[in-house]
């Protein structure tokens, strides 16, 4: 099976009470590719970055068996930055600096072989180019999408557009309370789905995750950590672990989808416990079942 991973690449400058750290790799298509590379390799990744993107960077991806041809480097570019401090809760943070750069243009151009990919992930990027992401593709089993509060404010009308071909949509809850324009999270999902993703995961962070199809609801624990350091990008390790699993076994039903969203919070938990894609890089693949037999654990019970 094959995956499409189209989203930013970027380098973010990292405070939380536990430390500080400059110019680290990050990015919604960089952690989903890097989650998903633990399921599966056959994984294509279209983003854009500057000439001042690092090599070692490229290299890490490459490594992980991501195939690079869609990413575009512009020469003479700078590579989009983000810089943010997190308060020691770690819930709420503080954006400090953003430089859009050469993601500014982003234009989404999927490399011939990639649009024939099986599954396709659109990280959080404009609605508008997701749609073209869309019209370039071929006939995907299962394209999942992810949003945020700035697009669902400023490109509302568009966002619709998006949804109506969108199969699964991941969105925390503030972000499906908005989006629904509904308090109550069941709601929500109800009216999110009418839009037209048959599937809706909305990620609760600290609180874990709750999956709705439309005749099921499947709430997933959060594993807890003593350690968090650093919660960027979690969301899309999140989604990186879910759709590798996923496409691994190429089964869409209920226990496939369930199961998806316990891998995914595996992935997600040990991504917290570092900067950046730092944990991911040495992790392996007995740490993942390790902790992913933990994470069933906290959720059964005999009678």
Known sequence: MSLLVVGSVALDTIETPFGKADDALGGSATFISAAASFFM????LVGVVGSDFPKEHIAFLAGKGINLDGLQIIEGGKTFRWSGRYHFDLNTRDTLDTQLNVFENFNPIIPEAAKNAEYVVLGNIHPALQLQVLDQVKNPKLVIADTMNFWISGAYDQLVKTLARVDLLSINDSEARELAKEH??????????????????????????????????FSAPAYPLEDIFDPTGAGDTFMGGFIGYLAKHDKLDLDHLKRA???????????????????????????????????????????
């Not at 990620?203 to 005749?215: C, I």
């Not at 416990?273 to 019970?301: A, D, G, P």
Request: proline share 1%; aromatic share 8%.
């Open 184 to 217: 109550n999270l069941v709601k929500a999902a109800r009216k999110i789905m009418e839009m037209g993703p048959h599937t809706l995961i909305i990620k609760k962070g600290e609180h874990g995750a709750l999956l709705f199809t439309s005749d099921s609801i």
């Open 41 to 44: 390799k056959d994984i294509s």
């Open 261 to 303: 969203v316990i891998y995914g919070s595996t992935l997600a938990s040990y991504s917290v416990e570092k900067f950046s894609l730092e944990r991911l890089q040495n992790l392996t693949s007995k740490e993942i079942e390790s902790r992913y037999r933990q994470f069933k654990n906290l959720s059964q019970f005999e009678e």
